[in-house]
C-alpha cells in the first residue's frame, strides 16, 4: 500500500506562446482530502491538473508529492491516477484488459508482455494481475462487463471503467478532469455520491476538476475557486459561499446567481442599498460599494424594496422570482413555500429574509461588514 | 399499393451498375472461354481450353510467380515506409508540410516519365547509381564480397539482370506508393484523440513502443485495413514500369512478366483475347480472394471507434 499523502503546487506559472494561462498558483493538498478546482472554463483548472500529473511541464515553480520535488519526474512515474472527461478508454481492449493496463506495463517486464511466450513467463504476475481486476470491479459493481468493450458501454459504465482503471493499482492520489461532465443529470448526480463513497473509502487525496459549482460543493473538503489563472479564493464550500473574498467568487458560486445592487457605505459608517437603509455598519472609507444578497436571503413582503415580476422560475422544490426593479436592475428571490406563484407583470414587494447582506468595493473585495446594533433591536 | 414508383428509384442505378460494372466482366468471363480475337473470321467455343493453358505453361507460370513475388516485395514494404514516414512526418512540429509534399511527389508524378528516369539512374554503365558504386571502390567497401565482387566485374545490370530485374522494378513500385500510404497513415494518426496517449502516460507507458502499441497500432487499425487492401489491389495491377521499362517480354527470361503486362501482351499486342480475358478473370479472382480473406483476417481484429 502506498502511503496517503499530500500534493504540493507551489509558485506554478504557465503560458501557451504569448498568452499567459496560470499566473504564479500556490496549492496544497492535504493527505486523504477532496480538493476541487472549480471555475469558468478557461480559467487554467484543467491545465493546472495536468501540470500536477505531468502531463504538462509547467514554466516556473515547483510540484511535489509528499514532500519530493517530481517538478522533472515524467507523469508515468508520479504513480497518480488520472480519470479524463472523455474517460480515455483504449477501445480495442476489454474492459478487464484496460483495467489490467496499469498493472502489466509497472508490473511486468518487457518480455513478459509478449503475446504468447509472455504468458509462460508470467502466470502468477497475470493472475494476481487478474485477481486485483476482479477486486475492484466488484467495488464499482461492473463485475459482468468486464468481457466488453469500451464500444458497448454506456457513459455511465465507461465513467466506471476509467474509475476501476484509475484504482487498480493504489495510487498516492486521484486526479479527475471533469468526470462527470459527459453524463445525463440524473447520473450525474448518482455518480457524485458514489465519487463521495469511493473516497471516504480509499482515503486518497482527490484533485477533482469541475466547472460544475454544484459538484464543487457537494463533493469538496475544500475547493479551489479560479478565474483567469488565478486562485481566488481556497477554503471548504462553507466559506467560499457564505464568506467569499471578492464579487468575484461570490457571483460565480451560488446559483441563482448573488444578487448585486448599488450601494453607499455613509460618512457614519452606516450602509445604505438604493437609498435604504441595510441595518449594517462598516468601517471601510465611505463612498459607493456593491451589495451583494443572495436569493435566499430575500423574500416576499413589505420593507425593503418592489418591483415588477419578469418571470418566475419553477425549480420544482422552490420557486424563484425575478424581479426588475425599475429599468436598471434585477433581483432575483427564493419564493416563500406555499406562495401561489403569481403571474409575470405583477407587482412584488421584496423583503430581507435570514442572512447577512455581502459587502464589496467597487474593484470587487470584500469589505467588512457588520450588523448596526440599532437595527437588530 | 401496387405503385411502380419504386422501380423508377432503384432502376437507373441498377442498370447502370450492371451496364459499367458488371456487363464487362461477364463479356470477359464469355469471351475467356473462346478463342476470340479482334477480326478472325470465325470465332470457336474452346470452354476451358485458356485456363488450361494457363495453368500448365511455363510461362505462365512464371506469371504466376513474378505477381507474386512482386506483390511479396511492394506491399510489406510500401506499408511498412507509409507507416514509418507517417510517424515521422507526425512528430515533427515543423517542416511537416514540407516533408508531406516531398514524399508526395512520385505519388502524383507519371509513373512511365519516372520509370524512364529510373531506368536512367540505374543503367549499368551511364547510370548514375553504379557510377556512385564505382567511386567506393578500392575503398574498405571492398571488404563486403559483393561490393568487391561489383569492382572486380562489373556493378549489376540492375534492369538486365535476372536476379535483379524483378527488385529493381518492385524498388520503384515501392517508391511511388510508400507516399500514397503516408498520407493514409497521417489521417489516420489525426484521428488519435490525444488523451489516449496521455491515459497511456499515466497508466506507466514510458517507451515510444509501448505508446505504439497500446495506442498507435491498435487505432490505426481501420486505416491498416484499407492500406493494405488498396496496396495489395495496387501492386497487383503493376503494369506501367513493366512496359516502360522493357519494351518488350518481361524483362531477362520474363522474370518481370507480371499479370498485367501479360493481358496486354496477349490480347492487345498478339490478339490472343481469349486468354487475355482468362488471365483477366483470375486476376480479378485473385485480388477478390485476397480482399476477402484480408478482410476477414484483419477486420475481425479492428476496432472501429
Same mark, same amino acid.
Given at each position: ?14 503560458s501557451?506562446?504569448?498568452?499567459p494561462?496560470?499566473h ?48 522533472q ?52 504476475a ?10 475492484v ?40 478532469d ?50 483567469g ?84 422560475e ?11 426593479l ?30 447577512l ?21 | ?34 478463342d ?33 513475388r ?31 509534399t ?21 543503367h ?37 539482370d ?9 524498388? +520503384? %513500385?515501392?517508391?511511388? !506508393? ?10 489516420? &494518426? $489525426?484521428?488519435?484523440? *490525444? ?77 490472343? +483475347? %481469349?486468354?487475355?480475358? !482468362? ?10 480472394? &485476397? $480482399?476477402?480473406?484480408? *478482410? ?10
Amino acid at each position: 500500500m502506498a502511503e496517503a499523502a499530500g500534493l504540493t503546487l507551489s509558485g506554478i506559472v504557465k503560458s501557451y506562446g504569448t498568452t499567459p494561462v496560470l499566473h504564479g498558483i500556490d496549492l496544497d493538498v492535504a493527505p486523504g482530502e477532496f480538493l476541487t478546482l472549480v471555475g469558468p472554463s478557461g480559467c487554467g483548472k484543467s491545465t493546472l491538473l495536468r501540470i500536477l500529473a505531468g502531463l504538462e511541464a509547467p514554466d516556473g515553480g515547483a510540484v511535489s508529492i509528499a514532500g519530493r520535488d517530481v517538478t522533472q519526474m515524467r507523469a508515468a512515474d508520479r504513480n497518480l491516477a488520472m480519470v479524463f472527461q472523455s474517460y480515455a478508454l483504449y477501445p480495442h481492449l476489454t474492459v478487464a484488459q484496460n483495467m489490467a493496463t496499469p498493472l502489466r506495463l509497472r508490473d511486468l517486464t518487457r518480455w513478459q508482455r509478449l503475446p504468447l511466450v509472455g504468458n509462460l513467463l508470467s502466470r502468477q504476475a497475470r493472475r494476481r494481475i487478474g485477481a486485483r481486476v476482479r477486486a475492484v470491479a466488484e467495488i464499482l459493481q461492473i463485475e459482468p462487463l468486464l468481457d466488453r468493450k469500451p464500444g458497448q458501454l454506456s457513459g455511465g459504465q465507461r465513467q466506471r471503467v476509467a474509475l476501476g482503471r484509475a484504482m487498480v493499482r493504489d495510487p498516492v492520489a486521484f486526479l479527475m478532469d471533469e468526470p462527470l461532465s459527459n453524463l445525463d443529470a440524473a447520473l450525474r448526480v448518482h455518480m457524485r455520491a458514489e465519487l463521495a463513497a469511493l473516497h471516504r473509502r480509499l482515503g486518497r487525496a482527490f484533485v477533482y476538476v469541475t466547472h460544475d459549482q454544484a459538484e464543487a460543493l457537494t463533493l469538496s473538503d475544500r475547493m479551489a475557486v479560479m478565474r483567469g489563472g488565478r486562485l481566488l479564493q481556497l477554503g471548504t464550500p462553507a466559506q467560499v459561499y457564505g464568506d467569499p473574498v471578492s464579487l468575484e467568487v461570490a457571483s460565480f458560486i451560488g446559483s441563482p446567481r448573488i444578487n448585486t445592487l448599488p450601494g453607499e457605505i455613509r460618512r457614519d459608517g452606516a450602509v445604505t442599498c438604493m437609498g435604504l437603509p441595510l441595518g449594517l455598519r462598516s468601517g471601510a472609507a465611505p463612498g459607493p460599494a456593491t451589495v451583494a444578497i443572495r436569493p435566499e436571503h430575500l423574500t416576499t413582503g413589505e420593507g425593503f424594496l418592489s418591483g415588477t415580476l419578469n418571470y418566475a422560475e419553477n425549480l420544482g422544490a422552490d420557486i424563484y422570482l425575478h424581479v426588475h426593479l425599475g429599468a436598471e436592475h434585477e433581483v432575483v428571490l427564493r419564493a416563500p413555500a406555499g406562495l401561489a406563484t403569481p403571474a409575470p407583470g405583477a407587482r412584488i414587494s421584496v423583503a430581507r429574509g435570514g442572512g447577512l447582506p455581502l459587502l464589496f468595493a467597487a474593484d470587487g473585495a470584500r469589505l467588512p461588514a457588520t450588523p448596526a446594533v440599532e437595527a437588530v433591536a | 399499393m401496387t405503385g411502380r414508383a419504386h422501380l423508377w428509384f432503384v432502376g437507373p442505378a441498377l442498370v447502370l451498375m450492371v451496364l459499367i460494372l458488371l456487363m464487362p466482366i461477364a463479356v470477359a468471363a464469355g469471351l475467356s472461354l473462346t478463342d476470340y480475337g479482334l477480326g478472325n473470321r470465325s470465332t470457336d467455343w474452346v470452354g476451358l481450353a485458356n485456363y488450361e493453358q494457363i495453368f500448365t505453361r511455363s510461362a505462365y507460370e512464371k506469371m504466376f510467380g513474378a505477381t507474386f513475388r512482386y506483390v511479396a516485395i511492394t506491399v510489406p514494404l510500401s506499408v511498412g515506409l507509409g507507416l514509418g514516414a507517417a510517424l515521422l512526418v507526425h512528430s515533427v512540429a515543423r517542416f511537416g508540410d514540407i516533408y508531406k509534399t516531398i514524399y508526395f511527389l512520385p505519388v502524383m508524378a507519371s509513373l512511365v516519365a519516372m520509370a524512364i528516369v529510373w531506368e536512367f539512374t540505374l543503367h549499368p554503365t551511364i547510370g548514375l547509381v553504379n557510377r556512385t558504386l564505382e567511386q567506393g571502390c578500392g575503398t574498405w567497401l571492398e571488404t563486403w564480397g559483393w561490393y568487391a565482387n561489383g569492382c572486380a566485374r562489373s556493378f549489376p545490370l540492375w534492369f538486365g539482370d535476372r536476379q535483379y530485374a524483378l527488385g529493381s522494378v518492385a524498388f +520503384i %513500385g515501392v517508391w511511388q !506508393a510508400f507516399g500514397f500510404n503516408m498520407v493514409l497513415y497521417l489521417a489516420g &494518426l $489525426t484521428g488519435i484523440p *490525444r488523451e489516449l496517449y496521455q491515459a497511456a502516460e499515466v497508466d506507466g507507458a514510458k517507451s515510444a513502443w509501448d505508446r505504439f502499441r497500446l495506442v498507435t497500432w491498435p487505432m490505426l487499425g481501420p486505416t491498416t485495413v484499407f492500406v493494405v487492401t488498396i496496396s495489395f489491389i495496387r501492386s497487383f495491377q503493376v503494369f506501367d514500369t513493366v512496359e516502360a521499362i522493357y519494351e518488350t517480354g518481361g524483362g531477362p527470361s520474363r522474370s518481370v512478366y507480371v499479370m498485367m503486362y501479360a493481358i496486354y501482351e496477349k490480347a492487345v499486342r498478339q490478339n490472343l +483475347i %481469349g486468354i487475355g480475358a !482468362a488471365i483477366t478473370i483470375i486476376f480479378l479472382a485473385f485480388v477478390m480472394v &485476397l $480482399t476477402l480473406l484480408q *478482410r476477414r483476417l484483419v477486420e475481425r481484429r479492428t476496432h472501429y471507434v
